[in-house]
């Protein structure tokens, strides 16, 4: 089993064009997920990328403080579900990188799970999916979170 990426991977000396350009899918996706999860005037999201797999959460409003208690939140979250995802042994060492979303209840039930960005890879994404339902439910959110239903997104990174 494969670990994704707690943090920002640097590139290697010398990258090929088709790496460079599927670090810069990855980034666009995680953006697109910031994009959507950044507090519109007044409003309130986390837009910066958990550790450990989370790349962002929709729905939780709040302060900083509040941002930094659901880090280690994030981070539980991601080892439950990493605990649950198996790579499909042919595609280990591949280089492909998915990004799912998952609706989450108060409950850590898993409402909705989808492909936000394809790896490439049919398999590889749905490896990801299976995942996220052999893992529900997830844990509970804790006391700060006031919402009921939060959408998190996740990056599985297999090399």
Known sequence: REKADTGPTPPPAAPSPRAEM??????????????????????????????????????????????????????????????????????????????VSAVLDRRGGLLRAFVEEPSGSAAFDQSALRALERAAPLPPFPDEVKEDVLEVGFRFHGE
Not at 86 to 97: C, D, K, N, Q, V
């Open 22 to 99: 599927g670090d810069t899918k990855v980034r666009q996706a995680v953006e697109s997920i910031r994009d959507r999860i950044r507090p519109a005037e007044g409003g309130g999201g986390s837009g910066a990328p958990g550790a450990g797999g989370a790349v962002g959460v929709r729905g939780a409003s709040g302060n900083v403080m509040q941002e930094v208690r659901l880090r280690s939140f994030y981070n539980r979250l991601w080892e439950h579900v990493n605990a649950h995802w198996a790579i499909p042994p042919s595609l280990e060492g591949r280089g492909f990188t998915v990004i």
